[in-house]
């Protein structure tokens, strides 16, 4: 008999990087997120599904990641830079042998490791997935072992668009990119960066063009359903550690609980919560498992391999006096945290029956690349707590729509403005710092509206023919999607690529100024045209209808037809 349900989420996303860079900043943040999560991600889930396990795992994928994990010409970028690493290896396992130029048993054993590890990953790409990490989800989904969810087109910040047009624009867009992908429509929907807004004036709630989109669920963090405020400290661990949390005002506690899931009230679309004590024991630096010192460390890599030949050791060890890593200890460790993590959903779910009288929900969500990239093990212990969680528990491991078939919302509620940022507010993408940046997308998506509906009523194709200026205006649409991304505001905001990703926000828009004087003087460079399409090279499917101009009233009410 079950005691609970358990919904295990994995948010998956990564800027778009395609000829923007390679290192620190670029191409090989995508490659690193190749080798070290996404492979070996896929590799344990079918793993599990060959022992007759599914997984279950719910597995957001943003488009933009998706159009570039599809892309050749990241393909063949993987190719070399899996090349390079095993160059390196070699290197240094020749370099630590007994009869090399610095013999070094311990190194020399690493080396070997890594050597191993990614001769594995090379063959795992080219045999086991055919080059088609995309189409490796899509047949673990098919298969049932995994649940795939959509997000925006670019991970924009919706609340800070300025049109609503915009935002259905990139729900839409990541929509028919998930179809175009994977076979079938979504379901779920991660709402970037959980920026929610509700009805504001004439502005309906967010949920409206969720529901316009198709989407049935989303999620969202555990102070938002519960009340109350934000921890001052909640993710220090992975991509989010340099970001100072401040407290959000208390709003005091609505009674409701992160154990079961919500229809929004206005349209029905479901949310659902995260669990924080049981996503507190993985993202704490303090308390949480990736903080232990006999995992690898990620930021300390040796000079000129580029190897990571050190562990943790402590979090208040500096870099300059971190010891060797041990992988045989590590992988100990991460037994030991998997049995923990299974002992203390168990009990989480065990406590509330025993409360209430009712099975209840823990649904943790985290970001996928905290898995294998930046918490080495991660991986591992990930398909260790759903085997263990599987075979010796009476929990239950669903996807998101498993659990919300099951387990029908029963209450309807309001959520107020939101984020997972400090405060729980919008001030890590709209500060001082970046409170430039949105005038210059609030008026891109003003003249991508003006140009969209122009070419929409003017054309008896809807905008979507091959001639010359219908070519340019998608690029045009490519070039805001790409300058909405959250990820540029949020690089400035907590300095990890300010410059960067200035740059990039600049570029878009310095690209979409220039396609915008060709449409509105019909004058289309095709080459000049044809150069920027080779850069921002993604959504070939992209519709310029869904940036057209629409009243409240005349917006097509898909979600009620899908």
Request: proline share 4%; glycine share 8%; aromatic share 12%.
């Amino acid at each position: 008999m079950s005691i609970g349900s358990f919904v295990f989420m994995l948010h998956s996303h990564l800027p778009y990087y395609r000829k923007a860079g390679m290192w620190p900043f670029g191409e090989e943040s995508v490659y690193e997120c190749m080798a070290e999560t996404y492979i070996p991600l896929l590799n344990a889930v079918d793993d599990l599904l060959k022992e007759g396990l599914k997984a279950k795992l719910t597995i957001g994928l943003t488009p933009v990641l998706c159009e570039q994990l599809a892309d050749e010409h990241f393909k063949q970028g993987f190719e070399k830079y899996i090349a390079l690493r095993l160059e390196a290896a070699v290197t240094d396992e020749k370099k630590y042998a007994n009869h090399g130029e610095s013999p070094n048993p311990e190194r020399h054993h690493l080396a070997k490791f890594y050597l191993d590890w990614f001769q594995q990953c090379d063959k795992d790409f080219k045999q086991r997935w055919q080059r088609d990490l995309i189409g490796g989800f899509k047949r673990l989904q098919d298969a049932e072992a995994i649940e795939i969810t959509s997000s925006a087109a670019t991970h924009c910040f919706s609340p800070l668009l300025g049109e609503d047009e915009s935002i259905l624009a990139q729900y839409k867009t990541g929509v028919e990119n998930y179809k175009k992908h994977f076979g079938r429509a979504p379901r779920g929907f991660w709402l970037p960066e959980c920026a929610y807004r509700p009805a504001q004036g004439e502005r309906e709630g967010i949920e409206r063009w969720l529901y316009e989109a198709g989407i049935k669920y989303f999620f969202t963090e555990s102070f938002v359903i519960k009340g109350g405020q934000t921890a001052e400290v909640r993710r220090v661990v992975g991509p989010y550690g340099s970001v100072q949390y401040v407290p959000s005002k208390n709003t005091g506690a609505t009674g409701n609980d992160t154990h079961e899931a919500f229809w929004l009230k206005e349209y029905p679309v479901a949310v659902m919560g995260r669990h924080e004590e049981a996503g507190f024991q993985v993202w704490s630096a303090d308390h949480g498992y990736p903080g232990d010192g006999n995992y690898r460390e990620f930021h300390k890599k040796d000079d000129k391999s580029g190897l990571h030949y050190w562990k943790l050791t402590s979090k208040n060890t500096d870099l300059g006096l971190k010891e060797l890593y041990n992988p045989e200890a590590a992988n100990n460790r991460m037994k030991e945290n998997a049995e923990h993590y299974v002992g203390f959903v168990q009990q989480c779910l065990t406590d509330h029956v025993k409360a209430t009288g009712e099975t209840g929900l823990v649904m943790v969500s985290f970001d996928t690349e905290l898995f294998g990239h930046w918490w080495f093990e991660g991986v591992a212990w990930l398909k260790d707590i759903l085997r263990k969680l599987k075979t010796y528990t009476a929990v239950e491991v669903m996807t998101a729509s498993d659990y919300l078939t099951a387990h029908p919302p029963e209450k309807a509620i309001n959520l107020p403005e939101s984020s997972w940022g400090s405060g729980g507010h919008y001030q890590v993408w709209l500060n001082n710092e970046t409170e430039w940046m949105w005038p210059v997308i609030n008026s891109a998506e003003k003249q991508m509206k003006e140009v969209a509906t122009a070419l929409s009523t003017g054309h008896k194709n809807n905008g979507n023919g091959n001639d010359l200026k219908t070519r340019a205006a998608k690029q045009l649409a490519r070039e805001l999607l790409l300058l909405e991304s959250s990820d540029w505001p949020f690089l400035v905001t907590t300095g990890q690529a300010k410059d960067y990703a200035v740059e990039r926000f600049n570029g878009h828009k310095e690209r979409f100024e220039e396609i915008y004087k060709m449409i509105s003087q019909d004058q289309i460079n095709e080459g000049a045209l044809a150069k920027i399409e080779d850069i921002d090279k993604c959504f070939a499917e992209i519709s310029l209808d869904n940036f057209a101009q629409f009243s409240q009233e005349g917006a097509l009410k898909s979600g009620a037809n899908s």
